[in-house]
């Protein structure tokens, strides 16, 4: 744990431009969806392809295996961070009893790194990097937060970190200029240049130095901060499918139709 000086306020903190609320939706074998961003979610992948998916469980365990023959388990407070680069086939089921819950994002691959291979990086929670500061706590998945870096490296930069916030306590964390960027309320509210309460997700404005928050309340507030640098690029989706083109998606599902490219194994696969 690490603490350090507080940070002068921003002179230009960024604006919520757009606020949605993400409603509970049936999904899957039995499994309760919140979607914030982007329309496509899964507990069980039949592939996975061009892009990296972040998994982190906040309570429960999930056990997953794919068809290269990976299999473990992340378990409360663990990170998964997988890059499927040019396809992956997996699986994810829960791996104890009662709610698991977690959060999802997937962060898209620029062009030029598409077609790598597939690669995990896995942090047990202790492992996570971790700061306080002025009543702030932060668990730094990506990025950096109060001059603490996370181990894990994003292909894509971006920062994910998840922020617990006691009553009346501020918080001014940095964005990079440029970077998109939106915030999730876990639990609590606070105001973030506008108010914002449990299941929440707020699109925070390009301009600005960072985001400013106070927890006005008189409960602990939590949300994650996500942000990353935009690659400019078309992106064409398909199913689990995520390209730059038309004719990509086509040739990625050609691939995996017909076990080549890195697909070898899909045919012949099944989790157990």
């Not at 603490?3 to 903190?13: C, L």
């Not at 992948?45 to 469980?57: I, Q, V, Y």
């Not at 916030?165 to 639990?187: D, K, T």
Request: glycine fraction near 12%; charged fraction near 20%; proline fraction near 6%.
């Amino acid at each position: 744990m690490s603490s350090s000086a507080p940070t002068a306020p921003f002179e230009n903190p960024r604006a919520v431009v757009r606020k949605l609320l993400s409603e509970a939706q049936s999904e899957g074998h039995g499994a309760t969806v919140r979607r914030s961003i982007g329309s496509y979610s899964t507990v069980h992948h039949p592939s996975l392809t061009e892009f990296c998916e972040c998994r982190w469980l906040t309570s429960g365990a999930f056990t997953h295996q794919d068809f290269s023959g990976r299999k473990g388990t992340i378990r409360t407070g663990d990170v998964q961070w997988m890059t499927a680069g040019r396809g992956i086939v997996h699986s994810e089921m829960p791996a104890s009893e009662g709610v698991q819950k977690g959060l999802q994002l997937w962060i898209n691959l620029a062009s030029k790194d598409k077609m790598i291979e597939p690669r995990y990086q896995e942090l047990q929670s202790k492992d996570i990097s971790r700061a306080e500061k002025d009543g702030v706590e932060v668990r730094i998945i990506a990025g950096e937060a109060f001059g603490v870096r996370s181990p894990v490296y994003t292909r894509t930069p971006t920062l994910y970190m998840d922020f617990t916030m006691r009553p009346g306590s501020q918080l001014h964390q940095p964005v990079p200029a440029g970077w998109n960027a939106f915030v999730y309320v876990i639990e609590g509210e606070g105001s973030f240049g506008r108010e914002g309460a449990a299941h929440h997700c707020l699109v925070l404005g390009a301009d600005g130095d960072g985001l400013s928050v106070w927890n006005g309340s008189g409960a602990p507030l939590r949300f994650v901060l996500a942000a990353g640098k935009p690659l400019k690029e078309p992106v064409v989706q398909q199913g689990p499918f995520v390209m730059n083109t038309r004719v990509e998606i086509q040739q990625a599902m050609e691939d995996y139709y017909y076990g080549r490219n890195g697909f070898e194994k899909a045919g012949h696969w099944s989790s157990a």
